[in-house]
DNA sequence: CAAGAGTTGGTAATGATTGTCATAATCTAT
DNA sequence: ATAGATTATGACAATCATTACCAACTCTTG
């Protein structure tokens, strides 16, 4: 069994929990697996653009429906970028989690949170506020792409 | 001196800080810091809704360059909201500060966030990268908006 | 095959934000 | 105070991600 084929019988059983399977719908989930392993967080416009580069022709619509259906039913995460564009990130697990993003190659690490799991339960308990929810993310350079790293250092 | 006069006199010295004094800045820096005993967070559009209510015609131009240069000279927060509009605060100090922001009315609660520093600082020494921020956002129902003060409760 | 529910994808609309640039205001040196 | 240089303003257009719309298409069921 392939590296691929894995990721396409991945993809075929998470589809169901969509609704209906359809292949565009595993294209673009196969494409957002595909992504996490290699770059972790990637946008809707250019999960998009791959697609097309890779002669899957999968409708942009399309892509932002499965990708906002996926977050929805907590298959995937998603954050900001600093321009407010929308990150996705294929979620195998059922736990939220948080991340420390690379800022230049978007590749991401997994994070042991639990002092801000703490952290933010205790504020909801003591505060006055309900359905408290929080929002941890960490940006940064990984060792990649940082100056020594044959990037462009300053100085 | 009323309080009217204060936020003038506090604007006024701001001002300087991006620049040339102008008007605009001013009206743009006091509605801001009204807006934030008021209101919390502020999205630059409706910051120029109010001041053009309040027969203050600044340009929509003007008022996102100067929450930008706010923001940047690290007199104003900046947060997302759900949809992705930037939200301004303004700052009196100048450390940076994590907030409980309450969805329905905007209020906002500034946080001892001593615990996530710390627990920033330290994913920044131990995980390689470099250039390492952090994004923490809390949001909730305040108190006034709850369930039990005459919302819609639900259920 | 026919009907019906759900899906697709091209296109248009939305809405925040940024770019442009002629005009106007502010600061500096005299 | 005034001229000159620099900077800011604001109306408008452009950009860009995202969403809405809707006719055509695809399954499933009888």
Do not use: N
Request: glycine share 10%.
């Amino acid at each position: 069994m392939t590296a691929s084929t894995r990721l396409q019988t991945t993809a075929t059983q998470e589809v169901h929990l969509l609704g209906r399977f359809t292949p565009q719908r595993a294209i673009v989930l196969e494409a957002l697996i595909e992504a996490e392993e290699e770059d972790g967080f990637v946008s809707a416009q250019s999960l998009h653009a791959r697609l097309l580069s890779a002669d899957l022709p999968v409708g942009l619509s399309t892509v932002y429906r499965t990708l906002s259906a996926l977050a929805e039913a907590g298959r995937a995460d998603v954050v900001r970028d600093m321009h407010g564009e929308r990150l996705f990130r294929y979620r195998p697990g059922s736990d939220h989690r948080h991340y420390l993003i690379c800022t230049e190659c978007g590749v991401s690490l997994p994070l042991d949170a639990v002092a801000v799991e703490k952290w933010a339960a205790g504020i909801a308990r003591t505060s006055g506020f309900t359905a408290v929810r929080h929002t941890v993310e960490l940006t940064g350079i990984c060792p990649d792409c940082g100056p020594s790293a044959g990037g462009s250092p300053q100085g």
